[in-house]
């Protein structure tokens, strides 16, 4: 009798699998970014489910729909927060593209980079390179100690180390100044941090959120494969922070296995940090369905910096990301420079690389020799003869871990932030850029590359080959992962 309850029980299961199976298939066709996907996704899911369904719904989706769904509250919330001129030159150029009809015609370079931005490039800010760990960390700590109302921090990733410390007594002698605090977090990035720490500043009165909120159910906590990969730090309304650091030890250089760790970071004053600000807002709101009191008085500087703030996730109409690298390699006249650790393009932004080769740019793609990611030691190189084929060159950083993400275009746009040139950025995180349209940045971020190329060896078409055959078998292997890597 038992084992006949057995198999019924396992009969209903599987049936209920292949119900389930037939659903999440069509679920793929509809909504996955590819014929390819679609049809490797509905396969299995029509012929295995029972070990495809939860590998789909954790990997295989590329909208965050949840997160959407929160995005008209914020707006209304957020247009009765701020004055209606920060508004639509900062956050909604899009009338200002528009005729009667509602067709853009404003065109041009610039223009498409707002498009998909979904906010101005602005004049009046103060934009200053960090290059290193130190100067980075100083940098915050030191706009943190001199906060007087509020600060807005946001991380992939906190460590419970010494600079993790050092962070948290300087959030937590803020709040003890009267400054309002507020923290959010990346529970996947910062998966280690001790309940203890997240405690302490709970305790003090300092707001702390994770992205995905509490108290929204259990299977927003299951979708592992969108994660928020900013950094951003807003002071008081007038200064801001953005780039590659996370908060932890090993980007001051003290990781024993990696040594020095390259990375770039930005200081920016003026009104790009709004954008900064209100995507913190956007973060926050998700988490907590609340907004932090914040402020909204424009502050210019002299330097007169153009800068335009674009963030990226899976909840755009458009895939804003990849089409933003994609333009801007395609729109260069002179060089294509890239600096990035995990360098997986997808098809179109390698087709702009190589045509920009052919063209006869000059086009360097620097990456670190050696990585954090066992997955990146192979997967770059099943794109890098391509590029070599073409023309371009390719650069290994070889003085430590090369973490920094930077595209600098021709002396027209360098583009810094948490992006990197991978289809994970481009499609699963959500991410932040800056795009600086302004000819003494892009010489100094010029300077910059050119003494990190001095750290670096050039990669040629006979080191490829000289790998032995399982390396290359793997590289060709890691190339099937490369959607969720």
Known sequence: MASSWFNISVTFLIFISYLLGLYSAYHAIMHSRTSQGSTAWAVSLLTIPYLTLPFYWTFGRVKYYDYGEYLQDFERELMALVPKAIYEKLIMPMERFSNENGTYTNKGEIAVLEKLAKNSFSSGNHIKLLIDGKKTYD????????????????????????????????????????????????????????DEYLEELNNAGINVSRFSGSGKGWIRRLRLNFRNHRKIVVIDGKTSFMGGLNIGDEYLGWDNDFGPWRDTHLEIKGPATYSLQVSFLRDWYFGTEELPSTKWKMHTHNADQSALILTTGPVEELENCGLMFTHCVSSAKDKVWVATPYFVPDERVLSALQLAALKGLDVRIMMPCKTDNILFKFAPYAYLKDLLDAGAKVYLYEKGFMHQKVLLIDNKYSIIGTANMDNRSFYLNFETVAVVNDQNFCSQTEEMIVEDFKNASILTEEDIYSHPWWFIFLTRLTRLLSPIL
């Open 139 to 194: 940098s915050i700590l030191t706009a943190i100690h001199n906060a007087n109302e509020y600060i807005l921090a946001q991380y992939y990733e906190i460590n419970d180390d010494v600079i993790g410390n050092r962070f948290k007594n300087a959030l937590l002698d803020a709040v003890n100044r009267g400054v309002n605090v507020y923290l959010q977090y990346d529970e996947l990035g910062s998966y280690d941090l001790p």
